[in-house]
């Protein structure tokens, strides 16, 4: 099993370990509950070294990723980041990503840990159907990721950093220095808390952590596992790889319409996506809240009218609202008006309403 | 990690106190321990009957579901109907405000082929 350069400091802390996506990683720490809601409530600090980061540059770049991304690009500028995704030419999802623009010719893609190798040689493979002057590298090795998220990730990491964090704006990064260690300073997250993704080298790792621990525990900073980032991100409906998308769910399936720009001239997946689009898509992503005691979870049965209509990709007790909540891929027909659902959970059908997104 | 003395204890981590010709029944320290936050509990009825080794309720926690068996076999006289409410009792106080069942056992004889503590720390420790 692979290991972040942190391995040692997560179990030094205590922390539960877990493997994901191949990788020995730290679920949880004090608890998934206490760590869920300090993110909430104060900052939490997450390793997330074990993601992907590949480095696309040279005068094609640009081209190159207008075609294999969904999103458009055209409208990034320097210092940016963007939600993208890499489909297959029948629309499935190879992963969802995020984009930086360091220049109109460099890049980096940020990918999920468990694609690394399937998104580089998917990569490599349309590379090699298409002619251009560009270099594709997979600097992953070079890497190690922090997660700074919450209320009041901004203060701590403004006491350690000469960037201007004001000014810097979400989505956006900068290249700065924190606790006198040079790295990408990026304003993103996956708990829909003000936040912030630290890119440093693997020797800067350790002293970052142990930096951001200090100048943060007083004001309620903790170290956070995989299984709060999970209820963070599934309180604000974010999609994950192999649940809500996967090779044989379409983005428009996958409430990622706001992300698949079809007016590109031409993207992998393109025509796919158009005909389904026009054809209309045969499933949809949802939201579920139980109106009955409960925890949904992957793969139960979700049913309307007394038939099934189709089945939880995420489900838990929602740490905030102490209920259970579900994102669910529905038939097209059953997604729509006011029907009434209810999850099936061994063997009984459990009340649930559908509900705007985010589920808080 | 706590394991009470007076209580007996099964290889699937249930605890067990004998009160005169009823015995209560709960997860241990190490059980609540491992399962993390508990989130949900699913316990029957006064009246049902509960077989030996066979689930008879289910503990949930953020990130998994549980089945607790019955350590012996008998009727349910009393659940703890707190439970639902506060299932964090069973982490907080696994051995008290966490206990989930009073049954009255068919065998009290089946008590003897669980564990003490002190078999059962070394059985944890073994896992």
């Not at chain 1, 210092?79 to 029948?90: E, F, I, K, T």
């Not at chain 1, 002619?131 to 990721?145: E, K």
């Not at chain 1, 139960?300 to 189709?310: C, L, T």
Request: with cysteine; net charge negative; aromatic share 8%.
């Amino acid at each position: 099993m692979k290991k972040t350069v942190l391995n040692q400091v997560h179990r030094d802390l205590g922390a539960r370990m877990v493997e994901f996506g191949g990788w020995d990683m730290p679920v949880q720490y004090a608890g998934v509950i206490a760590e869920h809601i300090a993110v909430r409530s104060d900052a939490g600090l997450f390793d997330v070294s074990h993601m992907g980061e590949f480095e696309v540059s040279g005068p094609d770049a640009f081209a190159f990723l207008q075609f294999v991304t969904i999103n458009d690009l055209s409208s990034l500028v320097d210092g940016q980041v963007q939600y993208s995704a890499l489909c297959y030419p029948d629309g499935g999802i190879v992963d969802d990503i995020t984009l930086y623009r360091f220049g109109v010719e460099k890049y980096m893609l940020c990918v999920n840990a468990a694609n690394i190798d399937k998104d580089f040689a998917w990569l490599q493979e349309l590379e090699a159907q298409r002619n251009g002057n560009y270099q594709l590298i997979n600097r992953s090795v070079d890497f190690a990721q922090l997660a700074l998220q919450g209320p009041k990730a901004a203060t701590i990491l403004g006491a350690l950093t000469s960037a201007d964090l004001i000014s810097l704006k979400t989505y956006h990064f900068c290249e700065s220095d924190v606790a006198g260690m040079s790295m990408i300073v990026s304003r993103t997250g996956y708990t829909g808390e003000d936040g912030f993704e630290l890119y440093c080298t693997p020797e800067d790792a350790g002293p970052l952590w142990q930096a951001l621990m200090e100048q943060g525990s007083s004001q309620g900073l903790v170290p956070v596992g995989l299984g709060a980032r999970d209820t963070l991100r599934l309180e604000k409906a974010y999609a994950l790889y192999g649940h809500e998308l996967s090779a044989t769910i379409l983005p428009l399936e996958a409430r990622l319409g706001w992300i698949t720009k079809l007016g590109k001239v031409d993207f992998c997946g393109r025509e796919a996506l158009l005909k389904a689009k026009s054809g209309g898509v045969r499933r949809q992503l949802i939201g579920l809240r139980l109106t009955q005691p409960g925890v949904p979870r992957e793969q139960y049965i979700v049913r309307s009218a007394g038939r099934d209509v189709g089945q939880v990709t995420s489900g838990t007790m929602s740490p905030s609202s102490r209920q259970g909540i579900a994102l669910a891929l529905v038939d097209t027909a059953a997604a729509s008006g006011d029907a009434v659902f209810s999850i099936v959970i061994r063997g009984r059908e459990v009340s649930a309403e559908k509900v705007k997104l985010p589920f808080i | 990690m706590d394991f009470p003395e007076e209580l007996k204890y099964t290889e699937d981590h249930e605890w067990v106190l004998s009160e005169g010709d009823l015995v209560s029944i709960g997860i241990s320290d190490f059980a609540q321990d491992q399962l993390g936050d508990v989130v949900f509990v699913e316990l029957p009825e006064v009246g049902d009957k509960v077989e030996i080794s066979k689930a008879f309720g289910v503990v949930e926690s953020v990130k998994a579901v549980s089945d607790i068996y019955a350590p012996l076999a008998g009727e349910v006289v009393e659940v703890n109907s707190d439970l639902p409410d506060s299932p964090e009792s069973i982490n907080t106080s696994p051995y008290e405000d966490g206990w989930m069942i009073r049954i009255k056992p068919d065998d009290m004889a089946e008590l003897d082929g669980l564990m003490d503590a002190s078999a059962y720390q070394a059985f944890i420790e073994q896992e």
